[in-house]
């Protein structure tokens, strides 16, 4: 192994045993965590650097073991939000694939596993089929949906089989100061106390190999060693070149995580930064990329939060107007919380990535003829939601699919009690300029529809009464003012209860304590 001599960076991991040392230092203690007990591991692999170097350690280590001593499973997981940047996706896949056959070949028992969300927690399910705001720090409706249930079922499974599970992570603290642990000290440490117990997932302990590497100390192991089921380490280091030095996309096991927006291969559509500079970067300096700008455009339209107002429907899915406190105080105007996507921006969605999709396979290399940013079975859930929890009859989806794809959408064969377009065309025609009264009336008639045949129809009235609840108003500014004066009413009354409402402080308080006690009354 290349590299033996120690690393000039006093911060460096290698600084006092060098290189190759160090990293047999850690295969060494990896083999005695595996044979320790029959505890099988989940490797948590996301195609970056770190992830890597943590497989690759692993992988070396139980290959110097004995055949008989290999049996332990390892398993490898990668969650795949069908998001993901389309290079990081590709490259995931085909080191799934090189893995799987150069593990079977050398006799090791590590097993990869794709994960992914139920189409129901997907994000395009969510924001195009239920009108979710596309995500912000306030409403990060995605990770715990896309990322962290996948990874967690998949983990409790493991515990469900054998009782528990070893997470091996790739997790580092090179962003603070590095802690002073050098080799001599994980020598003299007892093997069971490098693993911490995982608060969100009992049963569950988490090792973390390279908790003390830097960035450069994980690129130069990955740079002299090579890669021991044949995926190449330089194209993966290409990858990473002319893009973000923030790291990559980590596994993410609870809401503590860094959001993988911030890392170079997060999400093409995340929302959570103001500019997916990785992206930006990528096409600007790499004339073979400059097929990515649909997803670039496509992402930045999904962020532009300016048209948010214009985007939004007023009121909640459950149709009532929401008002918040405002943050300058008493006296300012309560800020009204907007809904869910509009009908007609849903589908403007639904068509711009449907286009993009169209324009990549046109325009993009040949590994990406059939790339896919939106499913068959998503696009299904969205049309069920539409048709039948919006009640949206005119079946929209189809249209656009259509009309972008050039191809009949494949309807499911459970479509016969549907209201069809053109009665959509009718009651439009109908009800003329007014759209708050054409929304009451087609939500009524679906409502009509869902229980029609039945023999005994519970439920209907429920059903009538919410669709009422919703069409109660006849625009934003009457919601509004409707709204506000049920607040200023709710207050005044808060207020006189307040006055005559006898406050008891015991005697001995402390003024801030005292301060706390007129508060909870």
Not at 36 to 57: N, R
Not at 408 to 414: D, L
Request: negative net charge; glycine residues 6%; proline residues 4%.
């Amino acid at each position: 192994m290349a590299g033996a001599a120690p690393a000039k960076n006093e911060n460096s991991a290698f600084a006092e045993h060098g290189l190759a040392k160090t990293v047999k230092a850690i295969c060494d203690e990896i083999r005695e965590l595996y044979l320790w007990d029959e505890v099988p591991w989940v490797i948590g692999y996301s195609g970056g650097k770190d992830s890597s170097a943590v497989l690759q350690l692993v992988w070396l280590a139980l290959k110097d073991l004995p055949a008989k001593n290999r049996k332990k499973t390892v398993h490898v997981i990668s969650t795949d939000t069908l998001v993901e940047q389309p290079m990081v996706a590709a490259w995931v896949d085909a080191s799934h694939t090189r893995m799987r056959k150069a593990a079977a070949e050398q006799g090791l028992p590590v097993t990869p596993h794709k994960l992914t969300p139920d189409v129901h927690d997907t994000f395009w399910v969510n924001l195009i089929g239920k009108g979710y705001p596309a995500p912000r720090h306030s409403f990060r409706w995605c990770t715990s949906r896309m990322k962290i249930n996948p990874s967690n079922n998949f983990i409790r499974n493991v515990v469900r089989e054998s009782g528990e599970a070893i997470l091996v992570l790739g997790t580092r603290r090179a962003e603070s100061q590095r802690r002073g642990r050098n080799m001599a000290k994980h020598d003299a440490k007892k093997v069971r106390d490098r693993l911490t117990p995982n608060a969100n997932l009992p049963n569950s302990l988490v090792y973390t190999p390279v908790e003390d590497w830097t960035n450069d100390d994980v690129w130069l192991f990955l740079m002299q060693v090579k890669n021991p089921w044949g995926h190449t380490n330089k194209s993966l280091l290409g990858m990473y070149q002319g893009a973000s030095a923030d790291g990559e996309c980590p596994l993410v096991v609870d809401s503590t995580t860094p959001s993988c927006g911030n890392s170079r291969f997060g999400c093409w559509v995340c929302t959570l930064v103001d500019k997916d500079r990785s992206m930006e970067a990528m096409i600007k300096n790499d004339d073979e990329k400059v097929w990515m700008t649909p997803l670039l455009d496509l992402r930045n339209d999904l962020g532009d939060f300016a048209k948010e107002k214009s985007r939004r429907d007023f009121r909640r899915l459950n149709g009532r107007i929401h008002l918040e406190a405002s943050k300058r105080g008493k006296g300012h105007e309560d800020l009204h919380v907007r809904g869910p996507y509009k009908k007609t921006v849903r589908e403007y969605w639904l068509r711009k990535v449907l286009e993009a999709q169209q324009e990549i396979r046109r325009l993009g290399p040949e590994d990406f003829q059939e790339l896919e940013l939106i499913s068959l079975a998503e696009m299904q859930e969205i049309r069920r939601i539409w048709l039948y929890e919006k009640h949206e009859f005119d079946d929209a989806l189809s249209a656009i699919y259509e009309d972008v794809m050039g191809e009949e959408f494949p309807k499911p064969a459970s479509d016969d009690n549907l209201l069809r377009a053109d009665d959509w065309k009718i009651l439009r025609e109908v009800c003329g300029e007014d759209e708050a009264f054409f929304e009451l009336q087609s939500g009524l008639l679906d409502v009509e529809r869902e229980y029609r045949g039945m023999s005994r129809r519970a439920g209907i009235y429920e059903a009538l009464e919410g669709r009422l609840k919703i069409g109660q108003y006849g625009n934003e500014d009457e919601a509004l003012e409707i709204r506000r004066r049920e607040e200023q009413r709710r207050r005044e009354a808060d207020e006189t209860e307040d006055e005559h409402e006898p406050i008891i402080v015991q005697k001995g308080l402390s003024e801030d304590r005292e301060s706390e006690e007129i508060e909870a009354v």
